[in-house]
């Protein structure tokens, strides 16, 4: 692997910077969907205030929790060390 900067070697190494980026690139994922989102649906707050009154229950709760479950494994894989991984 080439390295891009004199940073790339000591990033790659850094357990909590690949953990800081590995949050920052799922953070823009939702982020930049979430924008798309509002501007689709309009911009008359009727969609803000239809998403903070709605409430998971079911099939959607449980797909909401699975994805829960997968972040925080993601996150957890990621503090450790490359041999210790499954």
Known sequence: MIDLTPNDA???????AQLALML?????VVKDRLM???A???KD???????????MEGVDKSALD??????IAEIMASLQAPGDRP
């Open 45 to 55: 707050g009727q969609l803000r205030d239809a998403v903070d009154r709605h409430v």
């Open 10 to 16: 000591a990033i790659r190494n850094d357990r909590a």
């Open 24 to 28: 920052a690139r799922e953070l823009w």
């Open 36 to 38: 798309v989102l509002e």
């Open 40 to 42: 689709v649906l309009g």
């Open 66 to 71: 699975a994805e829960r479950a997968r972040f």
